[in-house]
């Protein structure tokens, strides 16, 4: 059975710094995906960026990038230079190419950006 | 930039009464998802649709739930009997390979 674990419930972080937001997965299929959405207090589901376990290069999108260590299962987020607006949780996702797409998400982490 | 509709934004009803909630996909994604979040909870996967038929469907989609694609655009869950326990945000996904994007939801209150 697959499953994301996201450890920390809340984070802060100062406007313009970085931030790591942790994900761990776990899988016995070799081909998956790996997702960021993030969710604003509005509700919404807001795509951030995609991995491919096959992919060789880490995912950047923007500010975002995600870091991929396959060996030890983590895909975690990196925000850079976070801006006020970035305040949301944040949920990490997998997918196995085996098993239909459907999404697997993890509890989430609640970041929030002091000014 | 397309994106995924759903229609209603929020739905009142009375336990036991049934509910159609409406999605519109992107109009060139073949994959087409239901979830739900409980409030404060993470997101569930409760069901995945492709060339018209389910692909597959977890443990909460009992047979209270069914979905339908009855044109070539709407994709729609109904709830046959509600119950309290299916308050929730239901989000629609859709995508064309890899990733999926969400609905704004409809938040579903049944008292």
């Known amino acids: 059975a697959q499953k994301i674990t996201q450890t920390q419930p809340g984070m802060f972080v100062q406007e313009k710094e970085a931030v790591t937001l942790d994900c761990t997965y776990d899988?016995?299929?070799?081909?998956?995906?790996l997702f960021w959405y993030k969710q604003p207090s509005s509700g919404e589901m807001i795509f951030l960026i995609y991995?491919?376990?096959?992919?060789?290069q880490n995912a950047t999108e923007g500010r975002y990038s995600l870091n991929f260590q396959k060996a030890r299962k983590s895909a975690n987020l990196v925000i850079s230079a976070s801006q006020l607006g970035d305040s949301a949780m944040y949920f990490c996702?997998?997918?196995?190419?085996?098993?239909?797409?459907?999404?697997?998400f993890g509890q989430g982490t609640e970041l929030s950006v002091k000014p | 930039e397309p994106e995924v509709t759903q229609t209603p934004s929020h739905q009142v009803t009375q336990m036991g009464q049934e509910v159609i909630l409406r999605c519109v996909p992107i109009?060139?994604?073949?994959?087409f998802y239901w979830y739900r979040q409980i409030l404060g909870q993470k997101v569930e996967f409760l069901v995945s649709?492709?060339?018209?038929?389910?692909?597959?469907k977890s443990e909460i989609f009992d047979d209270q739930f069914s979905v339908e694609r009855p044109d070539g655009s709407n994709f729609t869950l109904k709830i046959r009997s509600t119950k309290l326990e299916d308050s929730a945000m239901y989000f629609c996904?859709?995508?064309?390979?890899?990733?999926?994007?969400f609905g704004p939801g409809t938040r579903l209150t049944v008292t």
């Open positions: 649709f492709y060339n018209n038929e389910i692909s597959e």
């Open positions: 996702a997998m997918t196995s190419y085996n098993q239909g797409g459907k999404l697997i």
């Open positions: 109009s060139n994604h073949l994959y």
């Open positions: 996904a859709s995508s064309e390979r890899y990733e999926q994007y």
């Open positions: 991995q491919g376990s096959y992919d060789e």
């Open positions: 899988t016995s299929d070799q081909s998956y995906g």
